[in-house]
């Protein structure tokens, strides 16, 4: 491997590691407010760059300009979700059956992205689609820088919003001690919807994002959701910031790993930390109490 | 009495089946059955929901077929070491599960079918990758319906052993061990049951039967393509059969599968391959999920109690004996209801508090 | 059923028990002896810490330090189960059974041997059931051992978890608020069990708000206070300490 090529690895690692933490920080954000694992987060995903596409592809207007429509709406669509669906399960069974309700949502989305789009694979041509900066020696394509600007930009935004707003504070409440939060007066109820917003609202960013660079078609979202899995195990469930820094080393890793292995064998790195990590380290790198008793 | 029709029924089915391909159509949801039942050895005792159990499927399967290819063993021999080897594979596996509670078991579940995929659709100088891997057959010189028939008997055998298991376990001590681990894990863990060690155990006889599954299925089908053997819907499919049909019960993955599997296939006559099914599975699975978690067995069950004579009654009369025993002890106090040696009841008792409607204390 | 072990060799103590969660330290430090076939209480104002405590000593949380010996034997760190099986029953704060198994399968589920062979044998092993179905009439709810233990009042599902608890024959029982939730007459009977368990010699530890109860039943008290005990003594001394008071009423 020369320098370059590892350099280059390196920049497209960290390029990708950002929208990993992105969507990585909304599926661990559901698990700290509700205890769901929310199967259909990668669905939402990949519904967010087909409505992207479909956007550009009647307008002709920039995809990235369809945020101003798909994050409001998913936003809605996650508290309403959480309201009118995960608030129905009994608690004791919450956990288990919320990943079948989710697991039923991904395969509705997907059965319906197959039914209204077609299984054809699209993706979207703009004018600087094919275009390139070079960087110390890499090559770095502008799409790519896009969407990690657009996703670093969110991801810091989720951070101040969490860190220094009430409702961040209400929030991190709740993740931390569900009872306790409603002890001081917090409704954890409406913060709990609002969480599960901002989770698809990390989906909708992100799947803009991807529509920039990928190819896409409606099972795509299987490849997404296991490593974003492993990634919040790895980093503790319910740690935003362990979820961050995890799919950071990981996407590095797995960028990395591509060069020597193929993309197929590079994608097992997921599969092997989430490994390691339940056998050496089972609440996760960051993980506290919570993560302990799920 | 139902059951010796059912057993009449499904013997017989091989020979009033007009066609090879009702009789295929058959053995699939049998095989599903089997899958259904087999998982349900660990979500129906533990309610631990694996959502990956079609992994253990495709290891069975491609197990049986390397075995035989490359090792040259008999089918049936191959079949059971490839079992074999699913069991062990499954204990590592099954110990990075459960080293912490739901939700890292659910992610580990799915994570194993997604890494088998991409290893089986990598590794295609060892599995065949994506151009499939051809079994051969045990029994070369049969005909097709021969041979419809002859595995239709064989997975029904196969379906036997398992629910006798599943009956045993669910009568035994080792079973109430598992069911108090679905109900309450802390509990359980309270009262002295190893609960780590009992939900291995179940996980490792679940994966066994499944891989067993995915075996005599090899052996059947005779063409394995990693996409369809480790797929995430098979795992779907079988939790959501389970699910429908009532996991607390033994028969209930079996009528799930029957229903389930009949649909599907009429799916795949009518509709051939459209992405209607996955739209099917996902209202069904999400109904069950929401309206129906129990399956249908305790829903129909319960539909008939209500309109039989007794159940109505049952709580009063026991709230009011216990009051008459231990002299107005009864942690629901009724003005009403006096412990007079009349023997005068209360007519309606309220329902107690159902402390399991609580937010739970974990 | 009894068990004829000396009282010397049934001791239970901690040793600087400490747990912190975050930073809020839940018990600091808490060097406790309990009396062997005795009666003993634990008592203290909210958030002191007894849950924690209790819950250390059960294994059902792991402490940050100290240790916990049984039977003269370190059982610190063990998993519950283990700790169980040594002969620490114990009930939990808000009455918890298994909600879908009948009152006769919630009893049939404490262990109390490993024994692989054991375990595969039917669950209609006679003794068993037996042995099961007397201590559903000695807590007077024998009538239901059919009834899911959902179906079953707040009070008979005490009742139940008490009894449960008792299928696996521990000599020391450690109950975490016994009266709490239920009425009056059910507050009295639970202690005449407690008195009658107690005296075939099984010793108790209980965690209780109900001081009526407390000083009526207890032959020992342990008062907690911000994560470690401040006071201990007979229910007499304990209630004219001091330290206890100014714990309580904050003067």
């Not at chain 1, 059965?111 to 070079?134: A, C």
């Amino acid at each position: 491997m020369t320098g370059t090529l590892l350099f280059q690895s390196l920049v497209l690692g960290v390029l990708l590691g950002g929208l990993y933490a992105l969507l990585a920080a909304g599926l661990t954000l559901y698990f700290g407010v509700m205890r769901v694992v929310m199967i259909a987060h990668s669905a939402f995903l990949i519904l967010a760059a087909y409505l992207a596409w479909y956007f550009h592809e009647q307008t002709g207007i920039d995809p990235l300009l369809s945020l101003v429509v798909t994050v409001p709406l998913f936003f809605a669509v996650g508290v309403g979700m959480q309201r009118l669906l995960i608030t129905r399960l009994r608690p004791v069974t919450l956990t288990m059956m919320s990943v079948l309700l989710t697991f039923a949502v991904a395969l509705f989305i997907e059965g319906m992205i197959g039914f209204v789009w077609s299984g054809t694979q699209r993706r979207i041509q703009l004018p600087y689609s094919g275009d390139s900066i070079e960087f110390f020696g890499a090559q770095i394509a502008v799409v790519k820088l896009v969407a990690f600007g657009l996703a670093a930009l969110s991801l810091g935004l989720l951070y101040l919003l969490l860190k220094h707003s009430r409702f961040g504070q209400a929030l991190r409440a709740t993740i931390q001690h569900r009872e306790a939060a409603q002890l001081v007066g917090i409704r954890t109820d409406r913060v709990a919807g609002y969480g599960f917003g901002i989770g698809l609202a990390t989906a909708a960013i992100g799947g803009t994002a991807l529509s920039l660079d990928a190819t896409i078609y409606p099972s795509l979202h299987w490849h997404w959701i296991g490593p974003l899995m492993a990634i919040i195990v790895v980093g503790g469930l319910g740690s935003i910031p362990g979820a961050a820094l995890a799919a950071m080393v990981l996407g590095i890793g797995q960028s990395l790993l591509q060069v020597p292995l193929g993309t197929t064998w590079a994608q097992t790195i997921f599969y092997v930390a989430l490994f390691a990590t339940l056998m050496l380290r089972p609440q996760g790198f960051f993980g506290g109490r919570l993560a302990q008793r799920f | 009495m139902a059951l010796v029709v059912g057993v009449a029924l499904v013997l017989s089915f091989p020979t009033i089946a007009p066609n090879p391909y009702i009789l295929s159509a058959g053995i699939v949801v049998l095989s599903y059955a089997c899958t259904a039942t087999a998982w349900n050895f660990m979500g129906g005792f533990t309610g631990y929901v694996s959502l990956g159990h079609a992994a253990f499927f495709g290891l069975g399967a491609y197990g049986t077929g390397l075995l035989i290819r490359d090792v040259g063993l008999p089918s049936f021999a191959a079949w059971l070491l490839a079992g074999a080897l699913v069991l062990l594979i499954t204990i590592p596996v099954g110990i990075a599960a459960l080293r912490v509670r739901g939700a890292s078991f659910v992610i580990v579940s799915i994570s194993f079918v997604l890494i088998l995929l991409l290893v089986f659709q990598g590794w295609g100088s060892f599995t065949g990758g994506s151009d499939g891997l051809v079994v051969p057959r045990p029994f070369p010189d049969m005909l097709r319906p021969q041979h419809h028939e002859t595995f239709f008997y064989l997975f029904a055998a196969l379906l036997t052993v398992m629910l006798v298991v599943w009956w045993l376990i669910d009568r035994s001590r080792f079973g109430t061990g598992l069911k108090a681990v679905r109900e309450d894990e802390d509990k359980a863990q309270a009262l002295g049951v190893p609960t780590r060690n009992y939900k291995l155990v179940a996980y490792v006889v679940s994966a066994t039967f499944t891989g067993l599954a995915g075996g005599m299925y090899a052996l059947w089908f005779g063409d394995l393509d990693p996409i369809f053997q480790f797929s995430i819907m098979l795992g779907a499919y079988m939790v959501l059969m389970a699910l429908l049909g009532g996991v607390r019960h033994l028969f209930g993955p079996l009528l799930g599968a029957f229903i389930v599997g009949t649909g599907l296939e009429y799916f795949k006559l009518e509709f051939g391959d459209t992405q209607f099914h996955l739209v099917a599975a996902a209202l069904l699975l999400g109904a069950v999920v929401l309206f129906m978690p129990d399956g249908i067995i305790p829903a129909v069950t319960g539909l008939v109690r209500r309109f039989g004579p007794q159940e109505s009654s049952i709580r009063e009369v026991t709230a009011a004996e216990l009051l008459e025993r231990n002299g107005g002890t009864s942690p629901v106090p009724q003005p009403g209801a006096t412990a007079g040696s009349d023997g005068s009841r209360t007519t309606s008792e309220a329902a107690p508090p159902d402390p399991n409607d609580e937010e739970d204390p974990r | 059923m009894t068990t004829t072990a000396p009282p010397a060799a049934r001791s239970l103590e901690t040793v600087g028990l400490t747990k912190s969660f975050g930073g809020v330290h839940a018990v600091r430090d808490a060097t406790v002896t309990f009396q062997p076939g005795k009666i003993n209480a634990l008592i203290g104002p909210n958030g002191s810490g007894k849950t924690t405590f209790f819950n250390c000593v059960t294994g059902m949380i792991k402490p940050d330090a100290g240790s916990v010996t049984f039977h003269g034997e370190d059982i610190t760190r063990r998993p519950p189960h283990r700790i169980a099986r040594a002969g620490i029953g114990r009930s939990f704060q808000l009455c918890r059974v298994f909600p879908r198994m009948t009152v006769l399968e919630n009893m049939l589920v404490a262990v109390s041997r490993s024994r692989f062979r054991e375990l595969l044998k039917g669950a209609h092993n006679p003794e068993e059931i037996d042995k099961a179905r007397a201590l559903l009439v000695r807590v007077g709810i024998d009538h239901l051992e059919n009834t899911e233990a959902r179906n079953l009042s707040y009070g008979q599902q005490k009742l139940l978890e008490l009894a449960g608890v008792l299928m696996g024959d521990p000599d020391t029982i450690m109950l975490d608020e016994p009266a709490g939730g239920v009425n009056p007459a059910l507050i009295g009977r639970i202690g005449t069990l407690v008195q009658e368990l107690n005296a075939e010699g099984r010793t108790f530890l209980v965690v209780e708000h109900n001081m009526d109860m407390v000083m009526s039943l207890s032959h020992h008290v342990i008062v907690f206070d911000r994560g470690r005990p401040i006071a201990e003594g007979t229910p007499d001394v304990v209630q004219s300490d001091p330290r206890v008071l100014e714990a309580y009423l904050g003067v």
